[in-house]
Structure formats: C-alpha cells, structure tokens
DNA sequence: TATAATTGTCTACATCATTATACAAATTTG
DNA sequence: CAAATTTGTATAATGATGTAGACAATTATA
C-alpha cells in the first residue's frame, strides 16, 4: 500500500511523491473533485516530514492539479485526457472531433535546409537533398496538445511552408499539390522527459513526460511525401491505436 | 546543441544530464564504444561544474551504460533499445527475434478475482464476474523488457494460469484451450512515471519513464478473450507499429 | 459557541546537491 | 622521456532539499 520512496536517486522525495499522487488520481484511487487525505496523513503513509508533502501538493497545485482550501482541505480537479487516434489515416483535426470543440494547428516556424541521414532515409532522398522543415503547434479548446517537426522534399513541395501557414492544415495543404489522399506508412514510439523547448512550446512543468511518435506518411501508391516527428504531453493525451 | 537544464525542479542536475547522455546515445550521436566528450567539455556544454558531470556519468557507469578509464577517456558500452512490433498479431517472444537472442516471459504471480469495471468491459463480461489474473515479466538477454498484468474469463479459461507457467507463453497456454490464433482489437498507449512496484519489477530507477498499453485480445471472430495492460521501461524499449 | 480538524507560515538545523580549486594518477602523444 | 590530456580524489563554501516543532488562520462539527 504504502508505495516506498527511494533516496539518493537524483529525483527529490516531493517530486516522487507528487508523481504517485498524480498516478493515483490517473488510476481512480482519488476521484475528481475528492478530498486528498491530510497533509499529516499522507506524509506519515510515505514517511517523510509534513512539509515534504506539502512541497508536492504546491507542485500540483501550481500545474493545476489540485486545489489547497485552508481549513478544508485539499481537492482534486479535473483531468481527463485526449485520446488521440493512431492509424492509417492519422490526420489531426478530424482525431480530435467530439473531445474538443475547438481544435486548430499552428505554424510556428520554417525554414529550407539540406536532410539529416534520418530525415533523408525516412523519404528516400539522398543525405543533403534540399527539405522543408515545418514546426507547428496543435492545440485543443487553447490548450497544446501536440508539437510537431515535419519535413518535406522541397523540390516537389516548394511553397509547402506558405500553405501551411494560410491554411493551417497538412491535408489542406498537401491537395494544392494534388495530394488527395495519403497513408502512414510507418510509427515509431518512444517516451522520455520533455526538454526545455518542449516546456516551453507545450506549456509544461519540468519534469513533464512527452510521448514522441517518429512517422512516414506516404501517397496510397508508397511514395514518402511526410517525414515528422510529433511530441504529445503524456499528461494531456493518450494514443489510441486504430487497427486499420 | 546545448540542451539546457532547469533547476529547482526537484531532478537534480546530475540526473538531468545522466538522461540527456542516455537520449543522445539512443539516438545516434554517441555511437557504440565511443569515447564520449571529455568531463571537462560536458561540463562548458551544460553549463554545470565538472563535479556534476562526474555524478550523472557516475550513475551511468553504475548501469552499465558506460565504462570510464582514467587517463583514456568514458566509453559508451552497448545500449541499443530494443525495437518492440505492436500490431494486429503481436506476440512477445517473436516480436523481438532477431534483437535478443535469449527471451522469455515468467510468470510471477496468479489469482482469481472479480473483474473489476474496466476489466470487465474489455472482457464483454459482467462487473464482478469471476476472472483470472496474470503477472508477468517478459525479458531479453536476461533484462526486463515488460510487465504485463493481463485478465481472462476463469469461466473459459480454468487452468490457464498453471498452463503459463509451464509454458511461459501466453500463445501455447491458449492453443491448450483450443485458441489457434487471435488478433490484437484495440491499443491504448499513455506514459507516465515508473511507481515503485514498476521500479522493482524492471529494475529501474527512480524517475524512470514507462510505456503502458492497454490491449484487448480477440479471437478471428471477434471475442474478447485477454484484457491485459503492460508496462514498458522507455529506456529500453521503443514500440513499433506495424500497418496491420 | 467552543472544539477539533485542516491548511498556512515561521524558525532552526541537518543532509544532499552544486560550485570552486587544487592536485594526484594513468594514459596518450610528440 | 617530457608534455599534454584525461579521469580520480580531496577540501571548502554555498544553495536546495528534508526534518522538527510551534503556532496562526480558516473551516467544519458537536
């Protein structure tokens, strides 16, 4: 019952301790809007000093995960997550439909550069080859939900970037290049601690969580147009993987 | 370059670091048994003292990530991440063939109990029915790579939890029960911090970050006969999703 | 209205993490 | 062999984390 804390690891008692509470309350131990059991309580359940506790509780009360009401006590608040759609057909707005009445992706910045050996083997181009690189932000109901890195050959996507911006949509802007349809081709999965530019561009606290999908969109026919790299936060979205 | 670090997170530096070298091994730029930047040239990079370099290649060295050898240099020892195929037909032992050449799965506890709601719906079974637990580790070259907790109807499956251990494979124990084939219906992938039944199981550290899905088994024609949630250590393993 | 329960604030001190220097020990290089 | 490079060790100072105890402020309860 009592989950035990390990010293000495480099990852301070409030911050495990705030992470299991996180955990609990995403595995229904505490219901939303339940009371926390007090600060004493739980500081003797982990076995550590009452301000310990009260460090992880200021650290999900600050990510808005709890509520601290003097006197009474201490609340959880909402925090379901967005289940994003992996399939085939992954396209961003329409996975989202019916969880978020308002859902947008935003370009951040582009820019024209020679491919990376990843970059250049995820679209079968030679190392160098002339790649747009398109950095954009999904958000949904305002809030990021994924931030993603993709590149396009640029000898046939030119002007790609320019799209992108005026219609804020990858499908959208892939039919001005009389792509009507495409697929992905594969879907790597991985998961570390965000860095600082996803802090940064995904709103999170340190020590967040990202999920990192690497993928290859192709045209029906196999040919590589995407490669991208996409980071969603762990706390906000899940992946729901759709058997085609 | 220089990914910067945030303090006062309640990760210290040193494992901020020790994680930043464990990412930049796994993606390519320290290749296997090179040597890595001098202590020196770490520390200008990220900004920290040479002491607090030391401590996270200390970590790494005590993981068997690195090898460290005054007057010469550190040393990056073997550490690719396996390479796990999640699809319509994913099974353990074959999945990693090829990557590790001694795999299994043990099994490491049994139990009988009501299904819970969630288990329950999975199942297609009613709430409180009677199913049968498993707990099992799944490993490679003598490493934990999984750890799966999967529920069965005990109704249709008496027995199955003897026939895993004598086989350590879910795929016989269900050929016993007359089950040829079966195919993954859906997939549920989040992330999260490892808890301390996780840390133990996989033999992690604190901090670590686990991988969960959350699968439904069905036979060909559309039974649910397994519900099963894994944990993945995200050090180790990445998953792969294969188009069906 | 008094009492209990609970969160908020304060002080003092111990331990761990980080910085700063200096030098020793082993290895490679010229 | 001498010099340069690199890891290993030692010491001291400072900031962040954790412990301990006391009391204030707010809310619920008898």
Redesign the interface.
């Given at each position: 019952m009592a989950?035990?804390?390990?010293r000495r690891?480099?990852?301070?008692l409030?911050?495990?301790i705030?992470?299991?509470i996180?955990?609990s309350i995403?595995v229904g131990d505490f219901a939303e809007n339940a009371a926390l059991p007090p600060e004493v309580a739980l500081a003797e359940r982990y076995g550590v000093n009452r301000h310990t506790v009260r460090?992880a509780i200021a650290?999900l009360v600050q990510d808005g995960v709890l509520r601290a009401e003097q006197g009474r006590g201490t609340f959880v608040l909402s925090r379901k997550?967005l289940?994003y759609p992996?399939g085939?057909r992954t396209r961003f707005s329409e996975g989202l439909q019916g969880q978020a009445s308002e859902r947008r992706s935003v370009l951040l910045e582009s820019a024209v550069e020679p491919a990376s050996r990843r970059v250049a083997e995820g679209l079968g181009l030679a190392k160098g080859s002339s790649v747009i690189r398109l950095e954009t932000r999904g958000e949904a109901d305002g809030q990021p939900v994924s931030r993603a890195t993709g590149w396009f050959d640029a000898a046939r996507f030119t002007g790609i970037d320019a799209a992108m911006a005026e219609t804020g949509s990858v499908t959208a802007s892939l039919e001005r290049f009389g792509i009507g349809d495409y697929?992905?081709?594969?879907?790597?999965?991985?998961?570390?601690?965000a860095?600082?530019a996803d802090?940064a561009d995904l709103d999170l606290?340190?020590?967040a969580?990202?999920?990192v999908t690497v993928a290859v969109n192709v045209t029906p026919d196999g040919q590589p147009i995407q490669f991208a790299e996409t980071r969603f936060p762990?706390e906000r979205v899940?992946?729901?993987?759709s058997?085609?």
């Open positions: 989950s035990s804390l390990e690891t480099g990852i301070s409030w911050r495990q705030a992470d299991q996180l955990h995403a460090s650290a997550r289940s992996i085939a697929l992905r081709q594969s879907t790597v999965l991985s998961a570390r601690h860095d600082a802090l606290q340190p020590g969580i990202v999920l762990a899940e992946l729901k993987l058997p085609l």
